[in-house]
């Protein structure tokens, strides 16, 4: 963002000021824009959106610090707010409202521009780190989710594995011997405390079968 490109917005009810702001930052090189009210500058930033603003504390109907509130919930656009001499409440409650710094009437033309300039550059490096960290939190969110899709994976084959064992395990102790494999003959089982209890009743050839846990 360089001064040749920068919009500012200049919002005061008193015509000499604005035209005296205007004039300033018109020769340094800004565009510039002027508003006498706060439905002004509504207005105008429904087509244009300035990349400092500003405003004057003291205005008829909706005030400076008003409208500093609802510009930082809206924008990230730098905020001077613009105050008599003297107004220290002024200043402190429009720092704390969202303003990026203050300027006093009447003010010298030297301190304004290195005011300007310097909320400018915060301005541009919170616009050059915004898209970079919101690459990075976009990028993270993808990994997180690959993550929980892949450990979604895991417990699905977890669990089919621990399905098998447990079919193998009842297999397993289920299975009986119904001929008696040293002789031939047919085994009989009977229930014990933990499971079955295959006798042969020809040569006495036992098994014992384990009941599936």
């Not at 009810?13 to 500058?41: F, H, K, M, N, Q």
């Not at 289920?174 to 009743?201: F, M, W």
Request: charged content about 30%; hydrophobic content about 40%; proline content about 3%.
């Amino acid at each position: 963002m360089t001064s040749e490109s920068a919009l500012i917005g200049v919002v005061d009810d008193e015509p000499e000021i604005r035209t005296l702001l205007s004039e300033i930052l018109t020769r340094e090189g800004y565009r510039v824009v002027t508003c006498a009210s706060g439905a002004e500058l509504w207005a105008m930033m429904e087509r244009q959106r300035p990349d400092l603003l500003l405003l004057d504390i003291r205005m008829p109907g909706e005030d400076g610090l008003s409208i500093a509130r609802r510009v930082r919930a809206l924008s990230n656009a730098g905020i001077i707010m613009v105050t008599s001499l003297g107004t220290v409440i002024d200043r402190v409650v429009g720092l704390e409202m969202g303003a990026d710094d203050y300027i006093a009437k009447p003010f010298d033309r030297r301190e304004l521009l290195a005011r300007v300039k310097s909320v400018i550059r915060r301005q541009k490096s919170v616009g050059q780190t915004g898209p970079n960290l919101l690459g990075k939190i976009e990028s993270l969110e993808k990994k997180l989710d690959s993550v929980k899709e892949e450990l979604g994976r895991l417990n699905d084959e977890a669990l089919h594995i621990d399905a098998e064992a447990s079919h193998i395990e009842t297999l397993l102790h289920a299975h009986r011997e119904d001929h008696c494999p040293t002789c031939g003959s047919k085994v009989i089982y009977h229930q014990a405390e933990s499971g079955s209890l295959g006798i042969c009743n020809n040569c006495g050839w036992t098994h014992f079968v384990e009941d599936a846990k």
